[in-house]
């Protein structure tokens, strides 16, 4: 936390005890530091949702764009597979969409708001400080004219300087106890206030990933009649690919 550093009118009386302001500086330490963790998670849940849309729209895309093969034209059986691998990502997009939009209600939004409370937290503390320097200047002020000679303008000035110096003492002292008081309640509702959200974050996910297993699991019945294991078809996909090698318009000179 920054203080105001300047020593000018600094009493000799110490006006806020070290326990105090130890107290003080960590609670506001541990607000400082939620409210960059906060921001953070708004920033890369925001980032993850957005990724996560591009994906959905770049496979529906590419299947989009096998569909459109020419090939489609000639082999009723690649044009089959295309139709049901298209038809699996635009679910799958569908799907995609929704999650988002959940986890933007229940997530990513109140992550927002949250947020949005610190800046009012900060100035409360700010009007403190610039309320804690008042009250350090004033009671420097009463201290010099308790060390001068008791005459009676002196006396007269150090009654008008303990009667600026009582409202500003009042004020800091209201200020200093609310503050102590609600800062750790502030940081202890973070639990309260974000574990529904993570709750909805987990149960779209699963929501989602069940029916992704679902969609997938058809799409592989539907396209994988012969039932081939991925090393049956690395195997077949490269006696495929020799073949195409032995052409004479792709031998190497």
Known sequence: MSWIPFKIGQPKKQIVSKTVERDFEREYDKLQKLEDQTKKLHKDMKKSTEADLAMSKAAVKISADLLSNPLCEQDQAFLDSMTALDTAMRRMDAFNQEKVNQIQKTVVDPLKKYSSVFPSLNMAVKRREQTLQDYKRLQAKVEKY???EKTGPVMVKLHQAKEELRPVKDDFEAKNKQLLDEMPKFYQSRIDYFQPSFEALIRAQVVYFTEMYKI???????????????????RETEAKLTELRALSIVADD
């Open 216 to 234: 997938f699991s058809e799409l592989t019945d539907q396209i994988d009649q012969a039932g081939l294991t991925d090393e049956q078809r690395e």
């Open 146 to 148: 308790e060390e001068k």
